[in-house]
């Protein structure tokens, strides 16, 4: 069988690729979250137990959230978001206004109507969405980038979803778990629409929305998001597990301009590591990094503060940072 080997490994498509087509692989990498993303996609595991638990422990976060915030609240709003926007930026002749100049000033247009909402609803906003204050976590120990990007329902909600992964014996599954919490926590960042990818400022409440041309508000629930990503990685680790054939596939957190390969490999798979003393690397197949682009460290940062993973933002080669 050939050799795969990829120095820049990033989320593992090297090592899924290789999985499938029946090559043994190899991927470093100095981000610890890419490792664990590239370990959930490449373990075995007993479907049967990962579904139950993944269900049980997201139907449970879903009781809290309803036990303790108001549902009714989040309803209302987007019904009173709904009947504005449909008067003052009424789809598509709105756009179309803006693209043809009928509308001069889109930003200032969008931040009076923003204020004319606030203010014909002053009294709803100062409602409080909590139903049972006195079920809420301790939020004292509590990292800065959670505590700055996610509003409080959110940020309750991921930390109940904690409380039970901490109690998952079963390493392999609980960071499948890890993994769907992470996924969830990127999608419900309090950030504007058209920030996801770089935020830039914090956004609890409504909006003027430049991407949508509307009145828009941030998530401010993960449930939705929770459930739809639960059922989704089931899914694709089901269909992966049927593709897989019989090969050796490690991940390792490293630097590969200083790791030693062999060393690694013999600690953390014997059988792996005799087959690759008898014979070459085959091939490298990686993608470098972007230089100048991207802080590979802090576009995942949410997930670091999470779940307490050591970063090492100084070995990143060329990041944005610098």
Known sequence: LGLIFGPFMGSGTT????????LHSIGIDISDFNCLISK?????????????????IC???????QKVFDDSFDIELKEKLNEFNKKYFPNPEFKRNVWKGIIKDEKQYGEEKLKQFLEENRGFFEKNGTKDSSELLNEKSMKSFLYKWFSRRVRQELFYYIKFLEKIEDEKLRNVLMIILSRTARSCRATKHSDLATLTEPQIGPYYCSKHKKICTPINSIIKHLIRYTYDTIKRLKEFSALKK???S??????????NIFEKIKKQNPKFYKI???KKIDGVFTSPPY???????EQHAYSYELFNIPRKDDKEIGPLYK
Not at 15 to 22: K, N
Not at 40 to 56: G, P, T
Not at 291 to 297: C, L, N, R, S, T
Request: proline fraction near 0%; avoid cysteine; aromatic fraction near 10%.
């Open 15 to 22: 090592l899924i690729q290789s999985t499938e087509l029946g």
């Open 40 to 56: 959930v996609k490449l373990y075995k595991y007993d479907l049967v137990k990962l579904d139950k638990i993944a269900r049980d």
């Open 59 to 65: 139907f449970k976060t879903r009781e809290f959230s």
């Open 246 to 248: 019989n090969v050796h």
């Open 250 to 259: 490690e991940v390792i957190h490293g630097d590969s301009r200083e790791v």
């Open 276 to 278: 690759l003393s008898n």
């Open 291 to 297: 230089v100048g682009q991207i802080d590979y460290h």
